[in-house]
């Protein structure tokens, strides 16, 4: 039975970042829905298409792959052109998840204390991270405008969007090599701004049917995460874990579909309770 609630099938769809970590699967459920789904990347090879989503990807005639940097409008123009010509129809969907952000591996110039933290790293993770999502709204909105059948964009924000991350689980850095790991600044004030761009265009669009909402996820696991920042993390976290990268598909989804129709300029937060304290 089609679940018609829920149903995404043959509804266009743009990924950004979508050969990342939790991007991948967001492309990979729209998929297996019947949704058609446009990656935009940084770097975007059938090499690294292969080894993320399967060379099964490479030929399926509901995928297309396309090297968009976020930050470059006139780029997004031509491919959103090229995705017309080749679906015949304007974007239904838009998942702004590409972004940027400082590991716990990151060098102490870039990693280091508030008052020396670099004003060019700051610009440049704003101008990822809030304003390539300012760009590609106002891009894609515009084509769903145009179109006058309405769309769904969702935004990924981020607990460190909505509240300020703790620093004392990075302390374990200092500890160790004696060169502090402070958590960026630039990262949480860029994805604050988020929360109201989604807001502001909830209201802007809100009568020409363009929902726009945020989905905010928390720490996902990686193989590569150091043990002790995972277990001071866990430890502050009420489930006791950390994400796995596919536990965003369920509230992705549901953005995407009619199940949410009538919500607009909201926050889905999916944080295993992080900001519940
Ligand atoms: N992983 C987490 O723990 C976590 C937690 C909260 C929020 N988020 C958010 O979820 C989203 C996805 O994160 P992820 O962990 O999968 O990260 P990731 O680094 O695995 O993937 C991000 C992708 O965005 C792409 N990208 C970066 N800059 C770009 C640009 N200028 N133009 C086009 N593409 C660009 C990268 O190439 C990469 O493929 C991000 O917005 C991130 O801030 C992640």
Redo the contacts with the bound molecule.
């Keep these: 039975m089609t679940d018609e609630l829920f149903n995404v099938e043959n509804k266009i769809c743009i990924v ?8 991948k699967n967001f492309v990979q459920e729209l998929n297996k829905r019947g949704a058609k789904v446009a990656v ?4 975007v090879n059938n090499e690294r298409i292969a080894k993320t989503l399967g060379e099964q990807a490479l030929t399926d005639a509901n995928l297309r792959f396309y090297s ?4 470059n409008k006139e780029r997004m123009n031509e491919v959103l052109d090229d995705m017309e010509a080749a679906w015949g129809a304007a974007p239904d969907v838009l998942v ?6 400082t590991q716990p591996s990151a060098p102490p110039e870039v990693s280091g204390p508030f008052e020396n933290f670099p004003e060019e790293v700051f610009r440049e993770v704003v101008n ?2 809030l304003v ?1 999502t300012f760009l590609a709204c106002q891009a894609v909105g515009a084509r769903m405008v145009k179109s006058g059948k309405g769309g769904s964009i969702i935004n ?5 969007g909505m509240v300020s991350p703790i620093q004392d689980i990075y302390a374990y850095k200092k500890e160790r090599t004696g060169i502090p790991f402070i958590k960026p600044v630039a ?1 949480s004030a860029a ?1 604050s701004g988020i929360y109201n761009l989604t807001r502001y265009l909830a209201t802007y669009w809100g009568k020409e049917g363009i929902r726009v909402n945020t989905l ?5 696991w ?1 193989d590569t995460q150091d043990e002790t920042f995972i277990a001071n993390f866990t430890a502050r976290m009420p489930m006791g874990r ?2 796995q ?1 596919n536990e965003y598909n369920g509230a992705l989804i549901f953005l995407a579909s009619k199940a949410s129709s009538f919500m607009t300029g909201s926050n889905l937060i999916i944080d295993g309770g992080w900001t519940a304290w």
């Design positions: 950004t970042g979508g050969l990342g970590q939790i991007g935009w990347g940084r770097t968009v940097d976020i930050t702004n998840n590409a972004g940027i952000d990822v991270n390539g990924v924000g981020s607990i460190y990262y994805k905010t996820p928390a720490g996902v990686r950390m994400s990268e």
